[in-house]
């Protein structure tokens, strides 16, 4: 049994990250943190999680974290994962970070992208990015894993096989996704309030969002060659799912068989990509660990569309499969 | 054209109620305040009124709405209403007031429910209740009126008549109230964070919500004796609506056909309730000043099951009926 | 491994069932049938599946799916798998149903509440009814199970206890029920099209859903007394999840903490069913075979609020829990 | 008092017509038809318009309708409308047509994209497109109006000013439309039904939505040159509402603030379109006739942002503005 501790434990990532832990037959939740005060006890936070985790949130240090867990989730916020994380390290464990915080290979992009001072600058450019279908190889020796963001997951999966492949210009590509609601977290704020979003669509952050540099870096480091990309989210009323619609430029006259074969080809052995002829809907791979995607070419251009589960293969189901290499259980456990 | 001011106009009901409102051929809105700072233009604070209405959101003390505006509507929390009403009445104004504060006769009972010190109580029991189906005589003559809370109109409605024509036991009554989230309001808070309320249903503030006392006052006064009532409200995943199940017991045996015809008879002349046969939705009435009633009569007790839209019959639409009895306009203007 | 087939495998139940079945270690899935022409595989008609389970589906005879599996579950309409089951158990198969044929004692009182001849009527009376949690003792040994409905089992668990301890009068007990959409099944009907049902609320069937009898006769079962209930379902704009609200009579002076504590002695060792303090949410229970319930006393009347995912605790999770038991697995295996 | 008929009354455009007319001071429905036997009540088959309009669904012959009206609302499907406007007009009719009938100026190119034949060619061509921001000095004086398309208005009013501008190139146009069920109609099929569509996103018709040569060819007259769009609709779970969002590729180096004040001084006068500076919710524009734009520029492309009721601008508002505009009554009449 690996033991096992979560930081940042009050928020939907960490449950669903509870709740897929809950089934895997190698891994015990020796501790969950979090700033409230009075220790609760998790069933007062998470009240579906009664008689499934006999556990109180703690506000702990590092060192006792340290003392504890041999592998540690850190769902904390970014800026503060990265200035726990380097403790964590010293103190023995091995780290997934669900923040942004080791993504980027480039402090001054952090920097610039998310408004504050890098804690732990010289790690970056080092950190392993745990998307298993690009990097499996480098997983297994890792002890920091840097989970990534729900919206790269859904808009590198489809392109990077296309990139690779130098079917596409990584000069012209347009990404418009949609996501659900919780997305935003799980603190309540106006725009998430509910007579606020439900009944309504809107787009937001347009140009601006913090997965753009993420997901360039990516798939530049995919192809070889520098990306651009134009980056739209939605904001939808549902709960989980995030669709990616992407536009693309074919590099030369293509046909959606030679699209989707590519596809099929790069994802055949993949567990968790499901390449579809159908055009595929969120619910499909809601509370899975699936992304589903399909192609096609509509005069001239190609489509991709893509969906997955934002707290599970976007998220959680991600942090568990890179767990799973980490410690040489099946990948698929749990999943 | 009356000169109209609204207090606390950033909440839902504010909102439909300036809709209502600029519908209506005798009504300006003069003023709409609140206390956040800067003087927001209204379609900051609501952009579905960006260039139907050219107001500022302005923090005006009681003497200053008096010198724009005749007629008041209140749309403050308990407690706050009531401090600044009697200075608008002594301004010359006639108000409507949206709070709880002068819809129960007595203070004790109001400071034992609202768990808060009166700030008027001296006018407590001599306001009337702007419930026009059953007070409609003591509307068109008074200088305040204490607009009814949405779940004790969505009971009061097909009680009633039960009460008056004394088909019922008043000591026998069960309310199964569901409600849309808008009727817990815009403050942000986590019981209606999306995620949390969405596909979710449950029930809160069991055998203690505060529209009790007043659903049992208002039902007494119809039927002259006192009323028990066990009132349960529940949240479901809707913007809007209340459906109120009534479980009652008969004093002697009944048909469906007389209690049907027994509301029926009652509400024969009045415009905005419908007895159907059918089992209303709460989507019959949206967007509507309409209560659609039926009743059921089951293994020996009484069913009725009322729908309205909370924030228009349930509190804006309901408002402006008042008003317009209130100045002599035709009850169903604007409605 | 233990051979299963699915009948009526194209709805909402079976595809919960069949996640279910993939989870666990001891089920093998061999046959899933509807009478859809031309053996389409199962992912064309869930796609949530595409990957999952390898199987068209077949419109096989009895005699076929008894010659490949062990185990059925049959998901059929009532009146259509009482015609098939007979076959079944002469084949050599174990049976659970889904359906309603084998939950009532009574030829009758079936015949009366569907409006359909019984097509096995010499078995009724004599099947356990798959309700562990009062009837465990029987189901080992069983070769046909009648899985409960989805709002019996809501209306049973908080009841049964009360009623055996001949706490609350049985003679007066009232059903408050609100269902998500997907009770309804997956046939397109207009009440059901999302324009209609959402945003929406409604009650329907009152006075005359078939649940009624079944949860008389369960609940009469436990307690050795004929029992009435008002029953009254409503459908609410959620895709799962039941939440049932019960007003119960005492028959002597009594103190909430007695009556929880009534209920969390009863099920002190049930490992699905959560007595918990707070007024539990649908979401807490949502993909999950538990069912929560709590207790509230209201000026003389006891209120209890239970809440279950009725594709799970109502329906496939309790059927996995009954194939556990019958085949001497683990009762919480894969669920 | 101008009498009007609507055919085909059941659906959900007509239900939000019949709810627009009811306020115009100068609009009396006189006939409402359906194929629906027995004539039953327009309440029966629209809940929410009972006590409202007092008529019967009538299977009329077209003489008899225009024995009755003076303008006709067609909201029949395609192909079968334009069977029947001829006897219409000929029996002294005017039209307003909401179906894809008498929109495109070419019979191939309906006959391509709706896949029959078309019933009455040789009006085509001849026909007003009715949206008044970019037609309205044709619409007085015609006898038949061609009522937009939902997803077209959305994408026109946001793209016209710019193509007539020579901002963008009208042969780079990417279309990601998002819309809310009731843009499927009200006829239940399994894509639409609750469980099936809520708490799920998808794309749909990729390429080949019919609406797509409508939005070219509309786009095109606007601009004098031919325009190719790239049109992809997206199913979102809510009622109402469209979001269009639009990529655009600037044909010199453009600002932002020039794109919005293109957009502001193309729709300065026009009482239904809002140009907005902050990013629109669909909810935003939800029960009005308003289309919300806003525009950015990210990244060398131009995006715009455009926001409707799809049940209101996108038709029966719509249709009603055209119905002001025709009669000579203030064009925001009951809007």
Not at 47 to 63: C, G, H, I, K, W
Not at 176 to 191: E, F, P, Q, W, Y
Not at 275 to 285: E, G, I, R
Not at 302 to 329: E, H, P, R, W
Request: negative net charge.
């Amino acid at each position: 049994m690996t033991r096992i501790a979560i930081l940042g434990a009050t928020g939907y990532t960490s449950l669903e990250l509870i709740k897929v832990l809950l089934r895997h037959p190698q891994a015990e939740i020796v501790a969950i943190t979090s700033r409230q005060e009075g220790n609760p006890h998790v069933a007062m936070v998470h009240p579906s999680l009664t008689n499934r985790l006999d556990l109180a949130l703690e506000n702990l240090a590092p060192a006792e974290v340290a003392a504890r867990a041999e592998c540690v989730f850190s769902c904390l916020p970014h800026a503060t994962s990265a200035a726990i994380v380097p403790h964590l390290l010293d103190g023995g464990c091995r780290v997934v970070d669900f923040s942004a915080d080791y993504r980027l290979d480039d402090v001054e992009t952090f920097e610039r992208w998310y408004g504050e001072k890098h804690p732990d600058p010289s790690r970056l450019g080092k950190v392993v990015y745990g998307l298993p279908e690009l990097f499996r190889d480098r997983i297994p020796a890792a002890t920091l894993v840097a989970n990534p963001g729900c919206y790269p997951t859904s808009a590198i999966l489809p392109l990077a096989p296309l990139l690779k492949a130098k079917l596409i210009d990584p000069h012209d590509i347009i990404l418009d996704s949609k996501s659900g609601v919780s997305g935003a977290g799980r603190t309540a704020k106006l725009i998430t309030h509910y007579p606020e979003c439900n009944e309504s669509l809107s787009a937001y952050n347009v140009g601006r969002h913090r997965h753009t540099p993420e997901i360039e870096q990516i798939l530049g480091r995919a192809c070889g060659e520098t990306v651009d990309v134009i980056f739209t989210p939605h904001l939808v009323p549902m709960d989980r799912g995030i669709l990616t619609t992407a536009y693309l430029r074919p590099l030369h006259d293509i046909t959606e068989e030679k699209v989707l074969e590519t596809l099929r080809e790069f994802y055949d052995q993949e567990p968790f990509v499901r390449v579809v002829d159908h055009l595929p809907a969120t619910k499909d791979s809601t509370d899975t660990n699936f992304c589903d995607i399909t192609a096609r070419v509509v005069r001239g251009r190609i489509l991709t569309i893509s969906c997955l589960d934002n707290l599970i293969k976007g998220a959680s189901g991600a942090a568990v499969q890179n767990f799973n290499l980490m410690y040489g259980f099946p990948e698929t456990t749990a999943l």
